[in-house]
């Protein structure tokens, strides 16, 4: 177990501990991942993911953050955290992130920085000058830049030696608006763990009881948006959408945490001005997401404003089951004839038709989709591949000479 587990590093503990830490001479690379906390969500699970394969692949790796639940699953990746509050975005916490981060480096012989977000960039930015190590940085969506100061803010994740970008859409938008060069830029999409969604290791009781626990009404078709519960989710066009379908056996559900109480209270008002409260759930606490996946009939991701990626549209495609996603940002890498609907952003009624559609295949029709989304995530959206290509990124920088050919098998699928 990692000594960095529980400790929260200040000006008064900090030097010890690092003492105590200092790797010997001869070592494999080391690299410091930095994101702001390990509580939930696409980044936090990269992270980690990306971390396990560094153990893996005999890296050393260091995950910096406030810290939180996945802590634990990171530490049994074979990684070692490290305490500091990173979630913070006071100019004077960065800077006392920066002296800290700077100082870990040195003793930890860090050869490799990448931050993920963009306030413990800042910080690892001013940690890199200082220690001349090189710095990554991986842009997770195209970020607002309609202010010179925010986009001056956002400017930091355009100046790693390598930027990573998770989509297409994500690089265009990082060469276009922060004019990051070819030489330096990275498309590398983000991947989804096939063992874990495989829709095969779901058992039909596990099912039954997870409708059960749900409160899901006896022969109703499920429909779910997964994701956290904040506007720009589109979980108001979901519920009128829900609310105009045609068919009335239809059971909506709502899965993931609210971010503000004031918003699952507008949530719930619209449930009931639509007079869906018999056949609609708001589960904000789910722990086993396969399972849930394999209870829908179809998913939604119905975002109002394009995301980098869209993790929940790849892993409802690992589980085989019908997607229909608003028709902007990754969705359109991610969703292809055949795979799914797009829809335009904000149109409840176009929603509710590609519902309707995606409820309306027939057995044959539902195991085709399936078999065609699962194989497109085999091929490109793979956890293995996404950590197999980062490294690769890493070992551009750390061994420039080396001529290297990689092919990435895609993993195969039994139908």
Known sequence: MSRYRSKVFSDDNIAPILK????????PPAVLQIVPSLVSGGVERGT????????????TAYVASAGGPLEKELVRNGAQHITLPLASKNPLVIRRNGKALAEIIRRCRIDIVHARSRAP????????????RRFVTTFHNAYDADLPLKQRYNSV?????????????????????????PDRLRTIPRGVDLARFDPRRVWGQQVAELAVRWRVPDGFAVVMLPGRLTRWKGGLEFIEAIARLARREVCGVLVG????????????AAIERFRLADRFRIIEDCRDMPTAYMLAD???????????????????????RPIVATDHGGARETI???TGWLVPPRDPAALAIAIGQALALDDDERAAF?????AQVASTYTREIMCARTIEVYEELLFPHVNRVREYEPVSVVA
Do not use: C, K
């Not at 105590?20 to 070592?27: N, V």
């Not at 265009?172 to 004019?179: D, K």
């Not at 945490?257 to 719930?268: D, I, N, T």
């Open 257 to 268: 945490e609210a971010q503000h109480p004031g918003f699952r209270r507008e949530l719930e």
């Open 298 to 320: 179809a998913v939604v991701s119905a975002s109002t404003d394009p995301e980098g990626f869209g993790r929940v549209i790849v892993e409802a495609q690992a589980m085989g």
């Open 157 to 181: 994740m355009a100046r790693g030696n390598r930027v990573i970008a998770i989509s297409q859409f994500v690089g265009e938008h990082v060469a276009e608006v922060y004019g990051v060069d």
């Open 121 to 132: 960039a800042w910080s690892a930015w001013f940690a890199t000058r200082a220690t001349r």
């Open 48 to 59: 980690i993911d990306l971390a396990g394969a560094l153990v893996a692949a005999g890296w």
């Open 20 to 27: 105590e830490a200092t790797p010997a001479t001869t070592r």
């Open 370 to 374: 399936g078999r065609r989304a699962r």
């Open 336 to 338: 292809l004839p055949g």
